[in-house]
């Protein structure tokens, strides 16, 4: 008696690809859904990333380098505002030699 080694099976969906919009999605496996059409694949069972974990970069290097750029410009303004003393002078006036 010979065991047969079945493939898995392909499992029709009726539901429309999210990239190419046709009716040509299969399951390929308990968790991985195909399209025909496209080159569309998606593992249900690896969790996908999500745009906010991705998109939380930028806008944390643009408060960082505005941060930086106020500080910079505080610390100029600070630095003109201070108040000018006028240099001592070196000469004796009223000494005279004889």
């Not at 694949?41 to 939380?56: M, N």
């Not at 004796?92 to 030699?97: C, D, F, K």
Request: charged fraction near 20%; charge should be negative.
């Amino acid at each position: 008696m010979k065991s047969e080694i079945k493939p898995h099976p392909i499992t029709e969906i009726l539901v429309e690809c999210p990239k190419c919009g046709k009716k040509s999605v299969v399951q390929r496996s308990s968790d991985v859904y195909q399209c025909l059409a496209c080159d569309f694949v998606r593992d249900f069972a690896k969790p996908e990333e999500s745009e906010e974990e991705t998109g939380s970069f930028w806008p944390l290097v643009i408060v960082a380098f505005l941060t930086t750029l106020l500080m910079m410009l505080f610390q100029q303004s600070r630095l003109n505002n201070l108040p000018v003393t006028q240099p001592q002078s070196l000469s004796v006036a009223g000494e005279v030699m004889t």
